[in-house]
Nanobody, 127 residues
Framework: QVQLVESGGRLVQAGGSLRLSCAASGRTFYNYLMGWFRQAPGKEREFVAGISRSGAIASYADSVKGRFTISRDNANNTLYLQMNSLKPEDTAVYSC????????????????????WGQGTQVTVSS
């Protein structure tokens, strides 16, 4: 089992940058595929980015491609999301999630594929 705690969310102006962190407990963080998801008020939760166990393979939603970068530090059990050129439509609660399925090699875009979730961190982008 792994516990996930996000941090780094805050109010930022459009065009600004933020880096979100997701600290994971346990000694097997490197075994999990990891993802970032977000949910805006009144909207469905959506996939933002995912990363393989080694960190070599990353995937992104079209809406954030070229602006966001997902990365992980397996030595320190931490997942990151670097967000640049933020837009008001990026405003949402951002959550990290861990997928323990060892048969999967690429991070899924489906929330149902993930077994563990953090509590989320609020990102608000003002225009």
């Amino acid at each position: 089992q792994v516990q996930l705690v996000e941090s780094g969310g805050r109010l930022v102006q459009a065009g600004g940058s933020l880096r979100l962190s997701c600290a994971a407990s346990g000694r097997t963080f490197y075994n999990y595929l990891m993802g970032w998801f977000r949910q805006a008020p009144g909207k469905e939760r959506e996939f933002v980015a995912g990363i393989s166990r080694s960190g070599a393979i990353a995937s992104y939603a079209d809406s954030v491609k070229g602006r966001f970068t997902i990365s992980r530090d397996n030595a320190n059990n931490t997942l990151y999301l670097q967000m640049n050129s933020l837009k008001p439509e990026d405003t949402a609660v951002y959550s990290c999630a861990a997928d323990r399925d060892l048969l999967r090699t690429i991070a899924s875009t489906l929330g149902s594929s993930y077994d563990y979730w953090g509590q989320g961190t609020q990102v608000t982008v003002s225009s």
